[in-house]
């Protein structure tokens, strides 16, 4: 272990990074003692001991005062990078402490894109004042390391049929039924029958999920009961965007969940076809790690379970 190794985990403190970060902003020992509410002789004996700890010149004096070596600019932009990451997590414990939320990150998949996640912001901010959100899209397998290791509070999606690791919290929002969708200028669309079969989609290029997405063997599973076997014009995507962007521009058909399709049919892009699509679902809700249960913790549910009560397709918000 060098000598800087050894000063920095032994005896650097809180302290000398204020001291630091002081002597960068005003550039005198003096203004810097003001500041901290100590003598100049001690922050003059601060700075020598840690210079003498880590065996390198921080700061040299000049007519100007204090100017940062090179050693000094680095060491000094790590300081504040600590100063922040502690005046957050002085934050967050005092928030966690009152049962507020100031800071949450997110983890999404394509379901909850398009209603369900910007739905829960707007009601979020509209509650709680000063609220950081960040989000993350991905898939499952993505998804669910980060919640384990506290990069996500929340995971917000397709549930798994599969059983979660122990200390994982899941929560069903609502259970969402599957339809087929096409562009509302496809050929099927113009039709004027009650009803159709999936015969009629045979033929047809389509867009599925790909391998890994939780919906992947629902759907191909589906369509090899029905005797519809997978074009070879076929699009594999997670992407909601794409999907919808091939569906539109082509003569793609695609098995989608109810709450997507009546989206972009209330907005004359889609339109479901008059095909039954039996026992197929999706369960839309959360994940979070059981520890976190707390105030904070409820505020999110509450939120998410009143925009559940707004948005959930007819009939998908009974107990599953």
Request: with cysteine.
């Given at each position: 272990?060098?000598?800087?190794?050894?000063y920095i985990?032994?005896n650097?403190?809180?302290?000398?990074?204020?001291?630091?970060?002081?002597l960068?902003?005003l550039?005198?020992?003096?203004?810097?003692?003001n500041l901290?509410?100590?003598?100049q002789p001690?922050?003059?004996?601060?700075?020598?001991?840690?210079e003498s700890?880590l065996?390198?010149?921080?700061f040299?004096r000049?007519?100007g005062?204090m100017?940062?070596t090179?050693?000094?600019?680095?060491?000094?932009g790590?300081?504040?990078?600590?100063?922040l990451?502690?005046?957050?997590?002085q934050?967050?414990l005092?928030?966690l402490q009152?049962?507020?939320i100031?800071r949450?990150?997110?983890?999404?998949?394509p379901a909850?894109?398009?209603?369900?996640?910007?739905?829960?912001?707007?009601e979020?901010?509209?509650r709680?004042?000063?609220?950081?959100v960040?989000?993350r899209?991905g898939?499952i397998e993505?998804?669910?390391?980060?919640?384990?290791?506290g990069?996500?509070?929340f995971m917000?999606?397709?549930l798994?049929?599969?059983?979660?690791?122990?200390?994982i919290?899941t929560e069903?929002l609502?259970?969402?039924?599957f339809?087929?969708?096409?562009r509302?200028?496809?050929?099927?669309?113009?039709r004027?029958?009650?009803?159709?079969?999936f015969?009629?989609?045979?033929g047809?290029?389509?867009?599925?999920p790909p391998p890994?997405?939780?919906?992947?063997e629902?759907v191909?599973?589906?369509l090899a009961?029905?005797?519809?076997s997978?074009?070879r014009?076929?699009?594999?995507?997670?992407?909601?965007?794409?999907?919808?962007?091939?569906?539109?521009?082509s003569?793609?058909f695609?098995?989608?969940?109810?709450?997507?399709?009546?989206?972009?049919q209330?907005?004359t892009?889609?339109?479901v076809l008059?095909?039954?699509?039996?026992d197929?679902?999706?369960?839309?809700?959360?994940?979070?790690?059981?520890?976190?249960?707390?105030?904070?913790?409820?505020?999110v549910?509450?939120?998410?379970?009143?925009?559940?009560?707004?948005?959930?397709p007819?009939?998908?918000?009974d107990?599953?």
């Amino acid at each position: 272990m060098s000598r800087s190794d050894w000063y920095i985990r032994a005896n650097l403190k809180l302290r000398h990074l204020q001291m630091l970060v002081a002597l960068d902003q005003l550039r005198s020992v003096g203004k810097v003692a003001n500041l901290l509410s100590i003598t100049q002789p001690a922050v003059s004996k601060m700075l020598g001991s840690l210079e003498s700890g880590l065996g390198m010149h921080l700061f040299e004096r000049g007519s100007g005062g204090m100017t940062p070596t090179e050693y000094g600019v680095s060491f000094i932009g790590h300081a504040r990078e600590v100063l922040l990451q502690l005046t957050e997590a002085q934050e967050d414990l005092r928030a966690l402490q009152e049962g507020r939320i100031s800071r949450m990150a997110l983890g999404v998949m394509p379901a909850a894109t398009l209603n369900l996640l910007p739905r829960f912001i707007i009601e979020l901010e509209a509650r709680v004042d000063d609220v950081a959100v960040s989000v993350r899209e991905g898939m499952i397998e993505n998804l669910l390391p980060a919640l384990r290791n506290g990069e996500l509070d929340f995971m917000v999606g397709v549930l798994p049929n599969r059983s979660v690791p122990s200390e994982i919290e899941t929560e069903t929002l609502y259970s969402d039924p599957f339809v087929i969708a096409v562009r509302q200028e496809h050929p099927l669309a113009m039709r004027t029958d009650p009803e159709l079969d999936f015969g009629e989609l045979r033929g047809y290029p389509a867009v599925l999920p790909p391998p890994g997405a939780l919906t992947h063997e629902m759907v191909h599973d589906m369509l090899a009961r029905h005797r519809v076997s997978v074009p070879r014009r076929y699009v594999e995507s997670i992407s909601t965007l794409t999907n919808i962007g091939v569906l539109t521009m082509s003569d793609a058909f695609a098995v989608v969940p109810l709450e997507v399709a009546l989206y972009f049919q209330n907005r004359t892009l889609l339109k479901v076809l008059p095909i039954q699509v039996p026992d197929v679902r999706r369960k839309v809700g959360l994940m979070w790690q059981a520890r976190h249960n707390n105030r904070a913790t409820e505020t999110v549910l509450e939120i998410f379970r009143c925009v559940r009560d707004i948005i959930a397709p007819p009939n998908t918000s009974d107990p599953i």
